[in-house]
């Protein structure tokens, strides 16, 4: 009996080994899969946030651009009118 069951037994651990290593096998298979997915996500939100960034630039400059003018406009007309209040103040004229 004895003979018979050390076979056995070995048969038994030699499966439970070949079933752990597949089971392993197949768990690293998943975590590359996993982690290449992870990856081309990282690229895709890398790629969002570049044109988010060139976006958001383009929409800074623009609003820059206006305020800059509006500025530019709003002195000249301060400037026009301290002109023209000089221009009254020299000729005496109200």
Request: proline residues 2%.
């Amino acid at each position: 009996g004895l003979a018979l069951a050390i076979p056995s037994r070995y048969r038994t651990a030699s499966a439970g080994i070949r079933a752990d290593l597949e089971c392993t096998t197949t768990l690293t298979t998943a975590l590359t899969a996993l982690n290449v997915q992870i990856a081309a996500l990282r690229t895709k939100v890398d790629e969002l946030n570049h044109r988010v960034n060139q976006y958001l630039t383009s929409v800074f400059e623009e609003v820059g651009g206006v305020l800059c003018g509006a500025a530019s406009f709003s002195s000249k007309i301060t400037l026009d009118l301290i002109l023209v209040g000089s221009k009254k103040g020299k000729s005496g004229s109200p």
